[in-house]
């Protein structure tokens, strides 16, 4: 059973910095994209975050010049970096970890998922 062990956050005050970690002890880690979700109280779960096997990032509007998605092969680890906290951005946060092979099955995980607040 693969997992993904997150790591980082908790209670940050407004205006901070976080930077949440996701590792997956899996041979393809290098060969698969890499995602952030979150899920506030009352909303529906939303992607934060993206980046690629090949490093390509993307992110949605919403989060941009704020959210900042990166990995290291290395250590099988994604990182998420949140600077200028806003309370609004108070969420269980999940990474996902998608491999499709040219041949074979794809394989999808999700994280546990951790509780991050920034108080009002």
């Known amino acids: 059973q693969v997992q993904l062990v997150e790591s980082g956050g908790g209670l940050v005050q407004p205006g901070g910095s976080l930077r949440l970690s996701c590792t997956a002890s899996?041979?393809?880690?290098?060969?698969?994209?890499l995602t952030w979700y979150r899920q506030s109280p009352g909303k529906e779960r939303e992607m934060v975050s993206g980046i690629s096997y090949d490093g390509r990032t993307n992110y949605p509007d919403s989060v941009k010049g704020r959210f900042t998605i990166s990995r290291d092969n290395a250590k099988t680890t994604v990182y998420l970096q949140i600077d200028n906290l806003e309370p609004d951005d108070t969420a269980v946060y999940y990474c996902t970890l998608d491999y499709r092979p040219g041949w074979g099955h794809r394989r999808f995980y999700w994280g546990q998922g951790n509780q991050h607040t920034v108080p009002s």
């Open positions: 899996v041979s393809y880690f290098s060969s698969s994209d």
